[in-house]
T-cell receptor, first 114, second 116 residues
Framework: AQSVTQLGSHVSVSEGALVLLRCNYS??????LFWYVQYPNQGLQLLLK??????LVKGINGFEAEFKKSETSFHLTKPSAHMSDAAEYFC????????????FGSGTRLSIRP | KAGVTQTPRYLIKTRGQQVTLSCSPI?????VSWYQQTPGQGLQFLFE???????NKGNFPGRFSGRQFSNSRSEMNVSTLELGDSALYLC???????????????FGQGTRLTVV
């Protein structure tokens, strides 16, 4: 069975500071990993994805994530937070059985302090 | 290229009623999945349709059903609504919903269902 665990339901950083959102996964097969962002009253937007190949993945809006198999982690980072980054972030996993069945983490709400 | 379109955006229904939600996928996408999002349970997979057939199903009661039409548009139906069905229902489309073919799902803005 696949699952993801997001550490911290709420993270608050100052504008310009480093953003680090943590995600650990569990999967019996090589996983496909994703980070999605959700703004209030909106759907989910894909930030980045890891499938195979390079373990450092760059996404939109300056975000990136590193797949670390030894730590079963896929943490999301951004060097300098912007006020517009305030949103809910979801780590997710899918696998060989079906790319359409995505298992989501519980989400991390990111707040940005001026 | 138009995105995933869900209608309506907001719905208010009474307990015991039934409701139908609609999802139009991105042109050319054949897989449509449905998710329920609530504050307590988070995002949960409901089911997936591909070529008018339900291919995958989550752990929801039989009151939740769906179908897909030949043009890939999908509808989701919930019968005998309960207060706990209040949620944001999200639809996602992908090319074929299979690893190796496509690994990205595009989400609609969702339908906010309130059961009173």
């Amino acid at each position: 069975a696949q699952s993801v665990t997001q550490l911290g339901s709420h993270v608050s950083v100052s504008e310009g500071a480093l953003v680090l959102l943590r995600c650990n996964y569990s999967s019996s097969v090589p996983p496909y990993l994703f980070w999605y962002v959700q703004y209030p009253n909106q759907g989910l937007q894909l930030l980045l994805k890891y499938t195979t190949g390079a373990t450092l993945v760059k996404g939109i809006n300056g975000f990136e994530a590193e797949f670390k198999k030894s730590e079963t982690s896929f943490h999301l980072t951004k060097p300098s937070a912007h006020m517009s980054d305030a949103a809910e972030y979801f780590c997710a996993v899918s696998g060989y059985s079906s790319a359409s069945k995505i298992i989501f983490g519980s989400g991390t709400r990111l707040s940005i302090r001026p | 290229k138009a995105g995933v379109t869900q209608t309506p955006r907001y719905l208010i229904k009474t307990r015991g009623q039934q409701v139908t939600l609609s999802c139009s996928p991105i042109s050319g996408h054949r897989s449509v999945s449905w998710y329920q999002q609530t504050p307590g349970q988070g995002l949960q997979f409901l089911f997936e349709y591909f070529s008018e057939t339900q291919r995958n199903k989550g752990n929801f009661p039989g009151r939740f059903s769906g179908r897909q039409f030949s043009n890939s548009r999908s509808e989701m139906n919930v019968s005998t609504l309960e207060l706990g069905d209040s949620a944001l229902y999200l639809c996602a489309s992908s090319l074929e919903g299979r690893t190796g073919v496509d690994t990205e799902a595009f989400f609609g803005q969702g339908t906010r269902l309130t059961v009173v």
